[in-house]
């Protein structure tokens, strides 16, 4: 029923930025939470941000939070990361998700809450 696309991914230097997107076909109207995970090898998947489709209500995780800014488009058929002073520690695959229906008012920033994830974009920040 969902279908998620990343795009954006690339090699920065520390310090530099990117902006990673992910195209959703996912109905307008719906009341659902959409996110941003990442993984580096070795290690547990982290949430990033997430974002509510009515309001566009935010949250980040601790780590990101000043420098990363998620966003979505008016029709939410596109979601955005915009990632700003880049650190090697940020490199990671990353990967969009977006959960059922949902009539809560905060998005969870934990990967069981999500049902549908994209393949994912390799973002990898040299020192």
């Known amino acids: 029923q969902v279908q998620l696309v990343e795009s954006g991914g690339g090699s920065v230097q520390t310090g530099g930025s990117l902006r990673l997107s992910c195209a959703a076909s996912?109905?307008?109207?719906?009341?659902?939470?959409m996110a941003w995970f990442r993984q580096a090898p070795g290690k547990e998947r982290e949430g990033v941000a997430s974002i509510f489709s009515d309001g566009g209500a935010t949250a980040y995780a601790g780590s990101v939070e000043g420098r990363f800014t998620i966003s979505r488009t008016n029709a939410q058929s596109t979601l955005y990361l915009q990632m700003n002073s880049l650190k090697p520690e940020d490199t990671a695959m990353y990967s969009c998700?977006?959960?059922?229906?949902?009539?809560?008012?905060?998005?969870?920033?934990?990967?069981?809450?999500?049902?549908?994830w994209g393949q994912g974009t390799q973002v990898t920040v040299s020192s």
């Open positions: 998700a977006a959960s059922r229906l949902w009539y809560g008012s905060f998005c969870s920033l934990s990967g069981p809450f999500y049902i549908y």
């Open positions: 996912r109905t307008t109207d719906s009341r659902y939470c």
